[in-house]
């Protein structure tokens, strides 16, 4: 199905890791490339817990689509939802930014629509229970970790003053660890000369996990290095409790047959993921293969099975049980855009993907990360050196990279934090009491 000037369409739907990596591969082929994604910009999502803990600006980690494609004369970008895909007449229907709809064809179509927080038949949690999945979520969050700290300075009483000091992360994998630290530096370092008529020390940090340790797919050395730098940073952490009831004033945990009640104000969740709305839909309409996520399981060269002309990557595809990180997403970018370009080629089949692990890392504070990298077990300072390098180079622009790179020295130096403005008013960003 050619496009106006005669060349074959290929489409790609989100515009994450493993998005550009496709339209970036892609900038010397034959093609036209559509990006369709129903925000303007790339998010970098490993750093999306700093600005929710007002480190960064949204824009320092977002940089906008069409700058980033501005240089590729094969590359458009449409600003929509991707609701539906018709294998038959290959086309995708997107809702459009102004309401209106839209077929658009392809010729071949790459699904990297990511995934979505999944509260474990739960969704009503979503409203006290706060994800970190979008810039806008974090926005929200930073809101209501100021707020928090606004409200706990004029509270009324000793018990609904701790109440508001009281953080409950749920999950202990890489972003909850993340989250935490930052949120102990954030009220040890940046907030104690700010908030002189409150005793910060009465901050809660409980980090909750229905796992038995912190960080599960690390080593144990590492587990346990992070596991006691958290806590010798003041977070309390909750092993082997799984959230049973979330409420705007606790959260309610069983362990070990047991009940036990939180009370806390501010619940962070980042316990579980699960495969977009569009990325299920399809798998229920083509009756394919899909993992407890809804995650589609691929063939060996990325491709939806049936329909060689869609390839599915990153977190919304399951390929021999690769972690949802931005590597693996990234390697299927860039294998996918490979086959495409060998089949316009007429050069026969590639290979099959082969994943390349270049290991994991998690920061713990401004001064300490833990990084497994093939082999190689590094913590404290050479690990935060490491992670800090990883992620700087991962970041799409050097404006972006400088702009981080100068926020992050300044919060190590003397803990300033500036983004700390409360957008919306204490008003809209805590939650409504009475359920309106």
């Known amino acids: 199905m050619a496009t106006g000037d005669g060349r074959p369409q290929v489409v790609v739907v989100g515009g994450g890791f493993g998005g550009l990596q496709v339209v970036k591969g892609l900038r010397r082929a034959d093609v036209d490339v559509l990006l369709i994604d129903r925000t303007n910009h790339h998010l970098f ?3 999306l817990y700093q600005v929710s803990t007002s480190l960064l600006a949204p824009g320092d980690i977002a940089p906008p689509l069409r700058g980033i494609f501005a240089g590729q004369r094969n590359a458009r970008v449409l600003l929509g939802e991707a609701t539906a895909v018709n294998p038959i007449g290959k086309t995708v229907h997107v809702r459009l930014a102004d309401g209106t709809g839209r077929d658009v064809p392809y010729d071949d179509l790459v699904l990297a629509t990511g995934s979505e927080p999944s509260y474990f038949g739960h969704p009503e949690w979503a409203r006290d229970a706060l994800p970190m999945k979008t810039i806008d979520q ?8 100021i707020h928090a700290f606004e409200a ?13 000091l009281t953080f409950v992360v749920i999950g202990a994998g890489p972003t909850g660890v993340e989250l935490a630290g930052q949120l102990a530096a954030m009220a040890k370092r940046t ?11 009465e901050v809660r940090i409980v980090l909750a996990d229905g796992a038995d340790s912190v960080l599960g797919a690390f080593p144990e050395k590492l587990r346990r290095h992070t596991q006691q730098r958290l806590q010798k940073l003041g977070v309390e952490i909750v092993l082997g409790a799984f959230a049973t009831a979330v409420d705007p004033e606790q959260v309610t945990f069983t362990a070990d047959g047991s009940e036990r009640k939180i009370r806390g104000r501010t619940v962070l969740w980042t316990a579980g993921v699960q495969a977009s709305s569009l990325t299920r839909d399809l798998a229920k309409s083509l009756g394919v293969e899909t993992d407890r996520g809804g995650r589609i399981v691929v063939g060996p060269d990325c491709r939806l099975p049936g ?48 994943y390349l692990d270049l290991g994991t890392m998690a920061t713990i504070s401004p001064g300490d990360a833990v990084a497994d990298i093939r082999g190689l077990q590094l913590s404290g300072l050479i690990g935060k050196l490491a992670w800090a390098g990883v992620h700087l180079a991962f970041l799409v622009g050097w404006g972006n990279r400088a702009s981080v790179l100068a926020s992050w020295f300044a919060t190590t130096v003397n803990g300033t934090r500036r983004q700390q403005v409360l957008l919306d008013g204490p008003t809209s960003t805590a939650p409504d009491r009475q359920g309106k």
């Open 45 to 47: 999502q490993p750093l």
């Open 138 to 145: 974090a926005v929200e969050l930073r809101n209501r970790l």
């Open 152 to 164: 706990a300075a004029v509270a009324g009483d000793r018990e609904e003053r701790r109440e508001w």
């Open 191 to 201: 907030l104690r000369d700010q908030f002189r008529d409150l005793d910060l020390s």
């Open 307 to 354: 329909h060689p002309e869609i390839f599915v990557i990153g977190d919304a595809a399951n390929l021999n049980n690769l972690p949802g990180i931005a590597e693996p997403a990234m390697q299927e970018g860039k294998y996918v855009a490979k086959v495409i370009r060998r089949a316009l080629a007429g050069a026969g089949t590639v290979e099959p993907f082969t």
